[in-house]
Structure formats: C-alpha cells, structure tokens
Nanobody, 124 residues
C-alpha cells in the first residue's frame, strides 16, 4: 500500500507561482510512475502531468504546457509540480497519484493510489 500526501497549495494571484509536493510512503516509489490531476468545482477530474518512474519521460496537459514542470526525487520519495503564470481557471483541487508501473499514463483508471488533494485558488 502506498500513501500519498500533497502539500503546497494555497491562494495566489493571477500570474503567480506555486510548487506542489507529494510525499509517498513505501519503498517502491522509484518503480512507480506518478501523476497529477485536478478537479474544479462542477467539473470532472482531469489530467495535468505525469512522470515516469525514472523521470526520463514526462507528459503535460495542453492547457498548462509551458507553465508547469513535473519532477521527482526518488531519494526523497517525492514528486513535485511547479506551476507558473497561474490563471484563475487553474483553480482546482490538485491530486497526486501513483501507478504500479514505470511508464506514464494520462487517464485516471491507470493509477492505483491517490492522495487527498490540495486546494489551489488563483485570484484575478
């Protein structure tokens, strides 16, 4: 079992930056691909970014590409999401997830473990 705990969310003005962190328990973190999804009020949860187990492959949603960077530190069992130039439409709960395979995926049903989420609010 893997437990994921997100942190780093908060309130930021449009154009600002936030770095989300996701700390994972367990000794198998380095073999899992990791992802970030988000869910805005009244909307479905959607893919944001993913990174392979080795960190050599990444994928991003088109709506945030160029403004976000996903990275991981396998020694610290942590994955990060750096978000820049934030917009009000980025307001959502951001969820970290882990996949029991090393390759990246962009759909929810490919992920086996989920965190509780962290709120990101971008004011205009």
């Amino acid at each position: 079992q893997v437990q994921l705990v997100e942190s780093g969310g908060g309130l930021v003005q449009a154009g600002g930056s936030l770095r989300l962190s996701c700390a994972a328990s367990g000794r198998t973190f380095s073999s899992y691909a990791m992802g970030w999804f988000r869910q805005a009020p009244g909307k479905e949860r959607e893919f944001v970014a993913a990174i392979s187990a080795s960190g050599s492959s990444t994928s991003y949603t088109d709506s945030m590409k160029g403004r976000i960077t996903i990275s991981r530190d396998n020694a610290k069992n942590t994955v990060y999401l750096q978000m820049n130039s934030l917009k009000p439409e980025d307001t959502a709960v951001y969820y970290c997830c882990a996949r029991r395979r090393g390759s990246i995926a962009a759909t929810m049903n490919n992920y086996d473990y989920w965190g509780q989420g962290t709120q990101v609010t971008v004011s205009s």
